[in-house]
Structure formats: C-alpha cells, structure tokens
C-alpha cells in the first residue's frame, strides 16, 4: 500500500520495488511517517526504522488503531516501552515484537526441554554475542538533497551531519540512537531465555556488569561486557560478548545443558535432542513464520507469539544490562514495581529526554 522514508533514494526503490513485485503503479511513498499511519486504508505498519524511532513510531500507529510490527529492540528508555505497552493494552492492536527465533523450531524446543525439566533444575543461562564496534571521528559534511537528516535524527540530540552517521555500519553503535549490540543483538537470545525460564512476564531480581565504552570516536557504546542476572528462582543469566564461547544460548541444569542458535542446536546428553514430549507436558506457542503469524493474528485478533507485554520485559533486559555497565555496581530490581529499589540515581536512567518538538 505505502512505503516511507527519510532518504528519498531508499524510498524511491522501495516504491518500485513493490510495484514490481504487485505489476501495478499503486505503492505511495511519503516522507514522513505520520502522514503513511493516518491513512483510513491501511491496517498494519511494519517500522524497521533507526532503534530511536521504534516507539514513536508504534505509538502514532497505536493511536490511529493500526497493528504492527516493531524490530527490536524497543527504546531507547524503559519509559518509552512502558509509554508503547500502555498504549497498545489501551486500545487492543495486535503487536509482534521481531525477536522473530520465537518463531524457529530450534529455539522453541530447547525452551520447552528446559521447561519441562530436561536437564533437571536449570541454575545458569549464559548469552554470548558480540559487542558494539569503534569508529573515527569524521568530518562534518553538506546535509545532501536526498535525505532529511533533521527528521532522521527526530527525538535524538542534534549532531552535525556526516554519511557515516545514518548507515547501520556505525549508528548501530551509537547512543543518541541505541543501547548498541547489548540491545541490538542480546535482545534476540535474552528474549529466548525469559521464554525458556518461565520469567516472561517478569524479570531479574539484581544486576551487576561491567563494560569497556569507547573514549572518543563516532560510536560509544560498550564494545565489551559482562552482566549478571539474577531472577528470584535463583537462575543466573550471563550476557558477554566473549568470543571464546559460541554466540548464542546456552541453558545448564543439574541433569545436563542446552544450546542454541541459529540453525544449530546441540545438548548433554544427547538424547535430549531426541525428546518426544508427552500428553500432558507444557508446550510453548508455535510459530513457523513471524510475519505470518502477525498477519494470521491480525484476522483472527489473538495474540501474537511476541506480544507487547513479553517484549518489554525482553527489553527490560538490555535497559538493566545497559545501566549496570554505566554505574558499574550490583543493582536491585523489582520486577513488579519495574523500578530499581532504593536508588535515585538508577531509576533517573529510567527516562531519556527528547529533542524537541518530539515527545510521548
């Protein structure tokens, strides 16, 4: 129906590019999102902007009653999530979170094994991913023709225009427009393991880590870390970039371990893997396609296999993990509060301020 972007280039060959895929000339294409979401004709959007507009975004779509789907992560605070998650209870939209490994066989089986007591009583589950990267500083350049930077930038602080700036290469790296890779990638794997340690509607209990953040240069995000989750079961939860161990999630119990990622699965003992579940045994949501399983939701108004109130706990995660690298000491969490006990300084980082005129 209608395609938007900030970079008239990229808009210009998403235009054709779905008008090639339908043979006809019907795709509109507009710059600003807003004027996409207020059309009476169109009933879902898919935002897969910068990380610093998901929320704004989803919220204008909430209100004009559209249903979505939102790329992960969520904000850039946890009060935009609370904002989105308010916004779309409200008014009942139909929302699918892109943590889309909820919808890969692999990563739903090993959650249901550690579900229903494979590997006995699960005690650790560690994530590994890489870290965010460093960059130069780059000179300052002409805004070209073609993009509208000051609406790319939006709610982040203004900043003088460079091309590295707006390409995934390097924002992904950068604060005014993300949390980095503890976000950008650690929300696919810290998402899998909420699922698979029944927290999905809660969280950590205390956090502690530490992080390496650049000094100087484009991006400034943490391009090392190591945090600790702590959930009330006891269970410890470990995000680290550290290459040593395979990128992806790993589940230990006292009977054995479980490991995932993409396209490959293995475990101790290896019989787990031949597990034929019971009548009777819990068994988690089935997906085999995320997109899909948005559009079917959307027909039938069930909810999605990543709904908005699991996707902020996901979230959560990155939130915490990014704030206990910052004030680099063990912090206390109440998951039901959704606010860290006892400590002004940590749930001022609760909130992030926008430039104006942008708000929730």
């Not at 589950?125 to 993009?147: C, D, G, H, I, Q």
């Not at 990622?261 to 031949?274: F, M, N, Q, T, Y």
């Not at 034929?276 to 997906?287: N, Q």
């Amino acid at each position: 129906m209608a395609v938007c972007d900030v970079n008239a280039l990229r808009l210009e060959d998403a235009r054709l590019h779905v008008d090639g895929y339908y043979g006809t000339a019907g795709c509109a294409a507009y710059a600003d999102f807003r004027e996409l979401i207020a059309r009476a004709d169109i009933d879902v959007i898919h935002c897969a902007t910068p990380d610093h507009w998901h929320v704004l975004v989803a919220l204008e779509a909430a209100r004009a009653n559209k249903d979505m789907y939102i790329e992960k992560p969520l904000g850039l605070s946890l009060e935009q999530d609370w904002a989105l998650r308010d916004a779309v209870q409200r008014r009942g939209n139909i929302f699918q979170f892109g943590t889309q490994h909820r919808s890969e066989r692999n990563f739903r089986f090993a959650c249901e094994l550690v579900r229903n007591g494979r590997i006995g009583r699960m005690h650790t589950m560690r994530v590994a991913l890489e870290a965010s990267k460093t960059a130069p500083n780059f000179p300052a350049m002409p805004v070209p023709e073609w993009l509208d930077y000051d609406r790319w930038l939006g709610p982040a602080p203004w900043a003088p225009f460079t091309e590295n700036r707006i390409i995934n290469q390097y924002w992904w790296h950068i604060s005014d427009y993300t949390l980095g890779f503890v976000a950008g990638q650690n929300i696919h794997f810290g998402d899998i393991a909420q699922w698979g340690n029944r927290s999905e509607l809660t969280g950590p209990i205390e956090v502690e880590g530490w992080g390496v953040f650049p000094k100087d240069g484009l991006c400034d995000c943490a391009t090392a870390y190591h945090v600790c989750h702590t959930y009330a079961n006891g269970v410890t939860m470990h995000f680290t970039d550290d290459v040593e161990n395979p990128q992806g999630i790993r589940f230990e119990g006292t009977e054995g371990w479980v490991f995932v990622d993409l396209g490959v699965i293995d475990a101790e003992p290896k019989s787990l893997l031949r597990t034929v579940f019971e009548p009777g045994e819990e068994r988690l949501y089935e997906s085999a396609n995320h997109v899909q399983n948005l559009l079917d939701c959307v027909r039938t108004r069930a909810e999605t296999v990543c709904p908005i109130e699991q996707a902020v706990r996901s979230d959560t995660l990155c939130h915490l993990s990014d704030i206990a690298m910052r004030l680099e000491r063990r912090l206390r969490w109440n998951p039901d509060t959704e606010r860290f006990v006892d400590d002004a300084q940590a749930n001022r980082m609760l909130t992030r301020a926008m430039r104006a005129p942008w708000r929730l």
